[in-house]
């Protein structure tokens, strides 16, 4: 089906991609030249403006947003508001909060329009591998689009319609902060292992190794494994670890539902630490220390 | 090769299997009628003694050993001590501390005799799938005995001589933290999800959808979906958690390495947590909330 | 000086029996029937409708709220806003969220009047020892109400206006988080020291112990011996640990401004844990053992 | 009585200036030159080795010894057992492990002579405020030195014979991690309130407010109030946080017992955390970050 796509970036520019290599026509729209251009390489019809966009969609129109979560998705969603009419579709494929988007699909809704949130997982893989998809929203919206979704995702099992607007983005919020406990597992795991230097580990090799056979097999240890086998000393790579988002909420949603996500929480928080240059918790308890015990404790000066 | 075979259970019974039917020999020995029953059946030869076991060898004698981890590992090594002689091998194919191992090691290599530690993943699946091995010991020893490693594991890179006596229990247990962790991010992003009501979400669906192209792929997904989709409620399992012993030996060895694995601690420390029936230290928060702040706290009796 | 007092509960009734004795006049209200007549037994005048409070106050009318937060703080607030004059004060001296506070700060502002969020610490002893107040507001009306202020807390340091509308909650809100974690440190170190049965150790004498001289003494220590004192066993007491929402939040806002609080968190956490009758993510995990490994699982019908 | 006191460092010394005061006899021993003469100074009688030491004892010779735990304590005792006689009582009021006492009583025991463990608390404020003393032994010996004891306490409920050989040092290990913990708290909590720029709180003012009435006052408190009044922004300090032993034994500990103590473990780890220089887990999510989502990750060089 021919489509409106808003974000040509990594992920919508790679999206764009794979539909129009499985035959849909994709108006594309960005505000940096060069994913325009890159996108019409790989054979969109780019525009403009988000009017020239509207203007070249066929009636019912579709409209995929992917653009980074927040204000651009909200300037974006607002706009489509005015410009599209009734019936017609939007999904937001990126990271929003999904309690934006149940808000958001309640305004659509109230304008006889229909939006649907698209949890969207694969990273920069996804155009090979294919897209696994989360959705929300109305059944017969998701139907009407289902020709999208099943050739952006890997198979005919990789896109669900997994419940009402909103949903869609929740399962991808705890994907997310599941994905975020797996990491800081292998993570630990491989440190502790690295630390036991009499052992003379070969960390690439074993990671290698666990993809054939272990109970720890996935994805992303074939990711690690890769990695690894070119640098595993990791040399150049900083551990300041960033974060998108999608973890805090899950953090932020586990405890206002009251249930205990203790090791989801923790990898965010082990996260938050590395972007710490300095903790003044650290030094508030070299302060404790010194004061109870005149334990001689480090000053920056000697660091 | 022909090899013996102690320990014909869960495990040990599989392996003998797998090996059969690769084209090995298998002299097994089981404390248990049953399980050298249905190690007969499938084709090993069946001892009734360790005597008679190490006799059926040939020369430069090689012992799988595969009985739980502690006394009983410890008196068939010894028995195996005794028993065999100059240059033959052993190897612990169980769950045992990988410190156990290097001093065992030690013991075997005062006699002459070859002692290697491997760390064996794959649970019930082995049988068919192969299973992983970590191998520990010297190198010559462990050249000797790779044809039995290679009919193991599923595939040429589903075993690895990863080092010196001790190492290859230690990348075992390091892996089955690994595992705590993954296996408890899970258990809590579904139960969050269980928890928003509202959505309705069928978690068997969403398991199986992840498995096609997120980023959370993983073994213990595919069998973690293809569970829910008999039993999503998982109405008949207890929240009672066993754990197995690596788990709390990851966490004690990485404090004493002075490396912080916190998210492998907390998955095993949720474990012991769901072991308890009743929490003292929940009784006391319960005393000191009823002291300071004259706080109806629950008594037993309300339960 | 001549106040109202709103919600004459344990906190409340005793926060007038405290300035009564001080030489305050309290006009008193509360929906409980038993909690007017105990205030009129201590000295309260006390009314039968919040305008007959208000009616009953001389110019610069102050009324002190202590209800229960969220709705019950809401409309009380509300009325008020209707039934009070330019200039008049009202403190929040309950446990609202300070994000509350600052969104009713601005809504008084706006009318005119002044809004002062009073974070109360002190529980039921409190009235014997006195309130530790941690006060937010304008300097003017602070200053207004010091004298009130200054015959709640047990000193002249025991009161401190700590900064503009909200903050006083705010501070009162991490002084909840660190008391979780306080508690939550001791309730482990307890269990632990009870479960070294060789020892036989006798838990009330040694926190009494501890109060003389050790690191660890404190108030909470106090309280803990006391109670230990009577019943070491806690036997009475359910190891079911509620919370009351000033964890939750800290926990939240500290996510939201990206500090890692971990051991605040995880404290918070263990008392949901402890909420929980049947934790699915526990079955979970029995669900994954059992299907990696065949580990026999406990079944609900097996407790 | 008059004993001997091996180690005059800053316990030792401060524990020999506190005894002399009360009135008893100290005979005392250190390596350092400057230790010795400070001592001397104080009024012990200073040796130059171990056996001028027993040599200047009277009968049924008590000698405590205070030096670091591990193998200076080891090597101490070792030698006492050489040159002390049947019914001779050594304490060690260091930070030894219980279970190392609990061997090291068993050899003095076979040996005819006593061990007592003394677990030690109150840092450099036991001179003036004395020491909170747990001690663990056999009654007899306990009975004998009490005059050591209750001099040494702050008041005669600040000793106690806590139960069997070990049991002192196991409480006190306990003691720690309680008090590893409770700093955790604090030291999240105040990082949390200095994080909300907008309020710009005194973190001197506050901490000194909740130690009159708030349900966090504390010793650890007094202290932190004080440090902050001189230091409110700790510029000097680092964040590096050392930890001395029993924190990390206690985590061990209750791993081994099978008792979860999450919140103490994590604060151990957090100090874990503060002491690497770089993180390797840290890398190690950077790496999968990139290799799944192509994000941009900060790069050494970045720093």
Redesign the interface.
């Known amino acids: 089906m021919k489509i409106g796509l808003i974000g040509l970036g990594?992920m919508g520019g790679n999206m764009a991609t794979r539909l129009i290599r499985a035959g849909h026509e994709i108006v594309g729209f960005d505000l940096s030249e060069e994913n325009r251009q890159k996108a019409t390489e790989h054979g969109a019809q780019v525009v403009s403006s988000l009017d020239d966009l509207v203007a070249a969609l066929p009636e019912r129109k579709v409209v995929w947003v992917m653009v980074p979560h927040g204000k651009p998705t909200d300037s974006t969603l607002e706009a489509l508001l005015e410009k599209l009419s009734e019936n017609d579709i939007v999904i937001d494929g990126g990271n929003s909060n999904y309690q934006d988007s149940m808000r958001r699909g309640e305004i659509f809704k109230a304008k006889g329009m229909f939006f649907i949130d698209s949890g969207t997982?694969?990273?920069?893989?996804?155009l090979e591998?294919?897209?696994?998809l989360?959705i929300?929203g109305d059944t017969e919206a998701v139907v009407h689009v289902s020709p999208v979704f099943a050739d952006l995702?890997?198979?005919p099992?990789?896109?669900?319609h997994?419940?009402?607007t909103?949903?869609g983005h929740?399962?991808k919020m705890?994907?997310?902060?599941?994905?975020?406990?797996?990491?800081?597992?292998?993570?630990?795991?491989?440190?502790?292992?690295?630390?036991?230097e009499?052992?003379?580990?070969?960390l690439a090799?074993?990671t290698?190794?666990?993809?054939?056979?272990?109970?720890?097999?996935?994805?992303?240890?074939d990711?690690?494994a890769?990695?690894?086998k070119n640098?595993p000393e990791?040399?150049?790579?900083?551990?300041?670890?960033?974060d998108s988002g999608e973890g805090?909420w899950?953090?932020?949603?586990?405890?206002?539902?009251?249930?205990?996500?203790?090791?989801?929480?923790?990898?965010?928080?082990?996260?938050?630490?590395?972007?710490?240059d300095?903790?003044?918790?650290?030094?508030?308890?070299?302060?404790?220390?010194?004061?109870?015990?005149?334990?001689a404790?480090?000053?920056?000066?000697?660091?």
Chains 1, 2, 3, 4 share one sequence.
């Open positions: 990594k997982s694969g990273g920069i893989w996804g591998e294919g897209y696994c989360m929300g995702a890997p198979n099992k990789g896109w669900l997994v419940g009402p909103g949903s929740f399962v705890v994907h997310n902060g599941i994905e975020y406990g797996m990491m800081q597992a292998y993570a630990e795991g491989l440190e502790l292992m690295r630390a036991k009499e052992f003379g580990l070969n090799n074993i290698e190794l666990w993809r054939h056979g272990s109970v720890v097999r996935s994805w992303l240890l990711l690690t890769e990695y690894l640098d990791l040399k150049e790579l900083s551990d300041y670890v960033s805090r899950t953090v932020i949603d586990s405890i206002q539902e009251g249930v205990p996500a203790p090791v989801i929480t923790l990898s965010v928080q082990m996260r938050l630490r590395s972007q710490q300095q903790s003044y918790a650290g030094k508030v308890l070299s302060a404790m220390r010194n004061a109870f015990g005149g334990h404790v480090k000053k920056v000066s000697d660091e």
